[in-house]
């Protein structure tokens, strides 16, 4: 069964942003490390248009290193990729963002107009770190920030220094994922609210896309020599943590969810130019 959720706040928070948006130069478009295809929302494209774009990769800690350099070096874009709790998140940002602005700036000075602070919208699909984000940039807690899908819920603006002013915003996703997969690797990074989707068939997918890289670590945790058993798999989870056995999948989702086994990216650039992209 396919992934969906696109609750009212987020028809609503389209609409806030579409009505603010002339107020911005550009936009910064956060994407999760780990699935920077998935994580990228054609209702945010639309609305973007032309104006300049800083494409943000957060969560880059919790992604496989090779795989995101092989979608940085086939991004056409100006791209970062941060661990936006640990790195040099405003040097980055601001660095990012001028070379995005570069050619108006250009086109500015040839006018005689000096350019001014740059004023960027901060978007992207829920729980990818973009409050987190504007927390950093502003070096205090001036948003919500929690590890679920649709924290935020309205704009709020914030002047980082003289150079930068950023707004932060509301989670996006789109009505309807186009591949079945958009919808399970949006689940398994907790960008969907679990109303949204069959957990069984997500941690399903999830566990036989780990199993290449930590197949001993799913095994020893669960206690479990078949792979494929799903049903005893689940019951094992639940009764390990003394859970009725019907909270077995549940248990096993959240295992992922919160990256126990170690690292992931759940799609390669090779694997989406040949699976999406190619066939388009
Ligand atoms: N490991 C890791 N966690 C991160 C990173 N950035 C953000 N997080 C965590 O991701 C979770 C979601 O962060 P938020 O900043 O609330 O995400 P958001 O995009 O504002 O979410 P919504 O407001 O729901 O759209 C929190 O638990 C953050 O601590 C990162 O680079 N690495
Ligand atoms: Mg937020």
Redesign the pocket.
Known sequence: MSVQWFPGHMTKAIRQIQSRIQEVDMIIE?RDARIPFSSSNPVIDEIIGNKPRLIVL?????ALNNITDDWVSNFNDQVEV????KDNVKRKILNGCLRAMKPKHDRDLRRGIKPRMIRAMIL?V????????MNRLANKKV??????????RALKKVKVSDQLEVI?S??LLWPRFEQVEIGYHLALCLSVKESGYQIDDVVKYGINHLVPYYENLIKERYQVTDLNDFENLFNKAASLRGQPLDRGAFIVLTDIQNHVFGPMSWETYDFVRTTFLEKE
Not at 58 to 62: I, Q
Not at 126 to 133: D, F, I, R, Y
Request: charged share 20%; hydrophobic share 25%.
């Open positions: 956060c957060t969560k880059r800690d919790l941060l661990n936006v709790h992207g829920p729980n990818v770190g973009k409050s987190t984000l948003a919500d920030v929690s590890n679920r899908p649709g924290v935020t932060d509301p989670g």
